[in-house]
């Protein structure tokens, strides 16, 4: 059950830019500080993600109502069950928490600039949209096996210690690959930042009052 919803692929793609730019953000507001970067990444860049935030967030939150509107307007007494269960059954405060709060309520923020203007409620923000897609995640996948087709397989899920640890080592690879990449590579690329060092105007570095020569070959007083 709810494995099979055909609003999916747009859902999908939406909480994809959504939860993508919330990590964009979580991994580049301590870069930001760490690197002194305050003049390459400026506060008008980050209120600009803080926007899509918004915008995809809101997306998400539309998803999430229509998944429970079709539950019920469709009268499928299986998908009604499924969509109860998930936020009365045993996972229920992920729901309300981890969908609702995080995925839908904390983005809201957003329509005020002084909240996107805010880095520490950018980055509280941004945290809560990776935790939501989280528990969006394991809700979905968990939320399906635990009440099943079957009733004598019902049962709740209780992560091992397989599974906690395979989880920190994804965390720990991608943590250690993002360290490698900014040690070793430029965090900010060449291209974007060329035309606005002091070094990009054609007369950088020539005394005051110097004679230029036109393309014409005639000298010209700058």
């Not at 570095?205 to 005639?218: A, I, Q, T």
Request: with cysteine; net charge positive.
């Amino acid at each position: 059950p709810t494995w099979h919803t055909t609003i999916f692929p747009p859902y999908f793609v939406a909480g994809a830019i959504f939860g993508g730019f919330a990590m964009v953000l979580t991994l580049l507001i301590p870069a930001r500080a760490i690197f002194k970067l305050y003049d390459v990444i400026t506060p008008g860049h980050i209120d600009k993600m803080a926007k899509i935030i918004l915008l995809t967030g809101s997306f998400v939150g539309y998803a999430y109502a229509m998944e429970f509107f079709v539950a019920w307007y469709s009268g499928n007494s299986y998908e009604r069950f499924a969509f109860w269960n998930r936020i009365f059954g045993p996972y229920w405060w992920y729901w309300w928490f981890g969908m609702l709060f995080c995925n839908c309520l904390s983005p809201q923020l957003f329509w005020f600039k002084w909240c996107r203007r805010n880095i520490f409620v950018v980055f509280f923000v941004a945290m809560c949209v990776n935790a939501g897609m989280w528990f969006e995640r394991f809700i979905i996948i968990a939320g399906g096996l635990i009440r099943d087709f079957l009733p004598s397989s019902w049962r709740v899920f209780h992560p091992t210690w397989v599974d906690i640890w395979t989880y920190i080592g994804t965390l720990g690879i991608f943590t250690s690959l993002f360290l490698l990449f900014i040690r070793f590579l430029p965090m900010i690329a060449m291209s974007e930042v060329k035309t606005a060092v002091p070094e990009a105007e054609p007369h950088y570095g020539e005394p005051p009052g110097v004679r230029s020569v036109s393309p014409g070959g005639k000298e010209r007083t700058r």
